[in-house]
């Protein structure tokens, strides 16, 4: 796990936060946008990203950005001061998989960690926006039928509604993610499938025994 926070004290503060993950989690600390992107770039196996909004140089919600551009598929996770109601809604439109305030406890830091790292979305109960994906942690979606594909949490979330017939654009509003991302899941989800388009996944999933969720 990468943190990016230029405030050495709550990197080490968070990083003994995270201790609680167990042994088998490395975390590798940056001062800002500038330093994480250059250990991205050098190859650093990174899993998930937290970052602060408020970083010298390029800020927080600007290195969400270039992240999702790099690679859609690399959760992270905005933990800030500014937890107003709209700075969350801005983050997870930008495709944050969870937000958490710096006056939060470490234990809602762990849950959001797990939560996303499981392939959910979380943002804290008192802070949840108008959309599906918010408000305290989302459970995995697992739809009878699709375990059989190899598909991770958030795959297995965009195939039920893709199942439920929603465009990319309505995957993505409903799950807080960019329909850039929509798309990668999308593509990963056809090619653990062996097809190549909507259709034949709907006909794959049927044929698996796929029920739609009431």
């Known amino acids: 796990m990468l943190i990016v926070e230029d405030h050495a004290l709550v990197r080490e503060g968070m990083a ?3 201790s609680r993950l167990g042994a088998d989690w490395c975390v590798i600390e940056a001062p800002d946008a500038a330093h994480a992107l250059t250990l991205l770039d050098g190859g ?3 899993d998930l990203v937290l970052t602060d909004i408020m970083l010298p140089g390029m800020n927080g919600l600007s290195l969400l950005a270039t992240l999702r551009e790099r690679d859609p598929s690399l959760p992270v996770i905005v933990v800030s001061a500014l937890s107003d109601k709209p700075t969350v809604a801005r983050a997870m439109r930008q495709g944050a998989s969870g937000f ?5 406890s470490g234990d809602q830091l ?7 790292l499981d392939g959910g979305l979380y943002t804290p109960p008192d ?14 979606i697992r739809p009878a039928g699709a375990d059989g594909f190899g598909l991770t949490q958030a795959q297995t979330r965009v195939l ?3 199942a439920e017939g929603r465009t990319n654009r309505e995957i993505a509003e409903s799950l807080g993610l960019a329909e850039g991302t929509v ?9 653990a499938m062996k097809v190549t388009s909507r259709a034949q996944a709907l006909i794959a999933l049927a ?3 796929f029920r739609k969720e009431s």
């Not at 958490?100 to 939060?104: F, I, M």
């Not at 762990?110 to 996303?116: C, G, I, Q």
């Open 16 to 18: 003994q936060t995270l």
């Open 44 to 46: 650093a196996d990174i």
């Open 100 to 104: 958490v305030s710096k006056g939060d």
């Open 110 to 116: 762990v849950l959001a960690v797990r939560t996303v």
């Open 127 to 140: 802070r949840r926006v108008p959309a599906a994906r918010a408000g305290r942690a989302t459970p995995p």
């Open 160 to 162: 039920q509604m893709l």
């Open 183 to 191: 798309k990668v899941h999308l593509t990963r989800i056809f090619r």
């Open 207 to 209: 044929q698996s025994g």
